[in-house]
């Protein structure tokens, strides 16, 4: 396993994930503030591929620059609120639900042992 790849591959999808809630909260802020640009930016998002922070900030750099310099901002701003806490937390949460997923499993196993027909040992010493 390459992990340079895999945290490579982990850092453009957080990277885009943060450019959706950057989406978002503009959203929220256009809404109260801009009705009409609000409007223009949800049919753009629409139309363009959110899942790919970067495509989709390219593209609303042709369309409007001011809005995307906005997001990118939004998406900086988030970036530096959670730098510090996302590592420690993401472990825990892992480890916490790889045990999860484990005990569970385990449950499972150990209440098909108890189901499982037992062997009538009279019949097999016949």
């Known amino acids: 396993m390459d992990c340079k790849k895999v945290a490579k591959a982990t850092t453009k999808v957080i990277s885009s994930y943060l450019t959706y ?5 503009v959203l929220e802020q256009l809404t109260e ?3 009409p640009l609000a409007l223009w930016l949800r049919s753009f998002s629409g139309r363009s591929i959110v899942q790919d922070g970067e ?5 609303l750099l042709v369309e409007n620059q ?3 310099f ?5 998406r900086e701003y ?3 609120e959670i730098m510090d806490d996302l590592p420690e937390m993401l472990f825990h949460e892992i ?13 499972k196993l150990s209440q098909l042992s108890v189901t499982e027909p ?3 040992f009279e019949s097999s010493s016949e």
């Open 33 to 35: 503030t801009n009705p």
């Open 95 to 107: 480890k916490l639900k790889n045990s999860q997923h484990r005990k569970q499993q385990l449950e």
């Open 118 to 120: 037992r062997l009538n």
């Open 78 to 80: 988030l970036v530096e």
């Open 21 to 25: 809630q950057a989406v978002q909260a």
């Open 55 to 59: 495509v989709y900030l390219l593209a």
């Open 66 to 68: 001011e809005l995307a």
């Open 70 to 74: 906005r997001i990118m901002t939004v």
